[in-house]
C-alpha cells in the first residue's frame, strides 16, 4: 500500500463535515503515519458549492490522477457510503477507468456490506444511543435508493431484532422503507416518545431538513402530528468512534490480506 484514497459523498455543512469527514480522516493519518491520503468528493454539486467558500476538492478520477503523478502505484479506495449504491458504482467506474496506471487499486466495501457489518454498525448505533426505554422508540432515518442496494436498509432493522431490540425501526428518504412505512410500524408500538437520529454520514440537509426539519414534510412534523413527543439526534454516522473504526479497519484488513496474497 503506497496510498490511501478517502472518498465521501461531502455535505455543504462544514460544522457536520469537521466532526465527521475531518475526523475520520484524522483518524486515518494517525493510524497510517507516513502512508499518502487523499480526499476525494463524488458530489459535483458540493464540490462546486465548497469551491464557492475556497475550499478546494477532487473527484475520484482527478484525484486518482494526482496519487498518480505523485509516483504512488499501490492504492487502497476507503469509501465512507453507507450502502453499495448509485454513488458507490459510479465510484468502481472512476476507478476501472484509473487502473491501468496503477500497479494496483482496490477498492473497499461500504458500511453495509455484509451480515457481521450489518451486526456492527447496529451494535455501535446501539452502544452510542444507550438503553432505549419501554415507551420509546428509535427511529434511523437512511437515504435509501431505488438501486438494489437498497436491500441493505431492512437488514440493518433485522439485525438489531437479531440482537433482541425491537424498538429500534429503520427508515429512508428516498428507499422502499420511507415516512408511511415507518408510521404504520409505529402505530403497532405505539410509543409516546420517538427518537430520531440519522443513518448518514453526516447530519446534514437530510438529518436538519428531512428529519428534523419544522416544515410540514418533514418526519418531526408528522410524527408530532401522530401524537409521538419527539426528540432529534442531529450526529453523524461519522460521529461515531466505533463506526469509524469499522471503516478504518477495513484498510488494515486489505493491507494484511495484501502482504500475505
Given at each position: 500500500m503506497?496510498?490511501?484514497?478517502i472518498?465521501?459523498?461531502g455535505t455543504t455543512?462544514l460544522?457536520?463535515w ?6 475520520i480522516?484524522r483518524d486515518?493519518?494517525e493510524k497510517?503515519?507516513?502512508v499518502p491520503?487523499y ?5 459535483g454539486?458540493i464540490r ?5 467558500t475556497?475550499?478546494?476538492t477532487?473527484?475520484?478520477f ?9 509516483g504512488?502505484?499501490r492504492?487502497l479506495?476507503l469509501?465512507?457510503?453507507v450502502i453499495?449504491g448509485?454513488e458507490?458504482?459510479?465510484l ?5 477507468r484509473?487502473?491501468?496506471r496503477f ?5 473497499l466495501?461500504?458500511?453495509l456490506?455484509c451480515?457481521a457489518?450489518?451486526?456492527?454498525a447496529a ?5 452510542r444511543q444507550?438503553?432505549?426505554r419501554?415507551d ?7 437515504h ?5 442496494g ?9 439485525a ?7 424498538r429500534v425501526l429503520?427508515?429512508t428518504v428516498?428507499g422502499?422503507l ?11 408500538l405505539?410509543p ?5 437520529r440519522?443513518?448518514?454520514?453526516t447530519?446534514g440537509d437530510?438529518?436538519k431538513?428531512d ?6 414534510e418533514?418526519w418531526?412534523?408528522a410524527?408530532t402530528?401522530d401524537g409521538c ?5 442531529l450526529?453523524?454516522?461519522g460521529e461515531?468512534?466505533?463506526i469509524r473504526k469499522?471503516?478504518l ?5 486489505a ?6 496474497g
Amino acid at each position: 500500500m503506497d496510498g490511501i484514497l478517502i472518498v465521501c459523498f461531502g455535505t455543504t455543512h462544514l460544522d457536520s463535515w469537521e466532526k465527521t469527514y475531518g475526523a475520520i480522516f484524522r483518524d486515518a493519518r494517525e493510524k497510517y503515519p507516513g502512508v499518502p491520503i487523499y480526499e476525494a468528493v463524488t458530489s459535483g454539486v458540493i464540490r462546486k458549492k465548497l469551491a464557492e467558500t475556497g475550499k478546494k476538492t477532487w473527484d475520484v478520477f482527478s484525484a486518482l490522477q494526482r496519487m498518480g503523478e505523485a509516483g504512488i502505484s499501490r492504492v487502497l479506495v476507503l469509501t465512507t457510503f453507507v450502502i453499495a449504491g448509485i454513488e458507490y458504482d459510479r465510484l468502481l467506474e472512476d476507478c476501472r477507468r484509473a487502473a491501468p496506471r496503477f500497479a494496483a487499486l482496490s477498492v473497499l466495501p461500504p458500511l453495509l456490506d455484509c451480515p457481521a457489518g450489518l451486526e456492527q454498525a447496529a451494535k455501535a448505533v446501539l452502544s452510542r444511543q444507550g438503553k432505549i426505554r419501554e415507551d420509546t422508540a428509535l427511529v434511523l432515518l437512511g437515504h435509501g435508493t431505488g438501486h438494489r442496494g437498497d436491500f441493505a436498509y431492512p437488514a440493518l432493522e433485522c439485525a438489531f431484532r437479531e440482537l433482541g431490540e425491537e424498538r429500534v425501526l429503520v427508515g429512508t428518504v428516498e428507499g422502499y422503507l420511507g415516512l408511511a412505512s415507518v408510521r404504520r410500524r409505529l402505530t403497532k408500538l405505539r410509543p409516546q416518545k420517538v427518537l430520531l437520529r440519522p443513518f448518514l454520514f453526516t447530519a446534514g440537509d437530510h438529518a436538519k431538513n428531512d428529519m428534523a426539519g419544522e416544515g410540514e414534510e418533514s418526519w418531526r412534523t408528522a410524527l408530532t402530528r401522530d401524537g409521538c413527543q419527539v426528540d432529534c439526534i442531529l450526529e453523524g454516522l461519522g460521529e461515531i468512534p466505533a463506526i469509524r473504526k469499522m471503516f478504518l479497519d477495513r484498510i488494515r484488513a486489505a493491507a494484511y490480506n495484501n502482504s500475505t496474497g
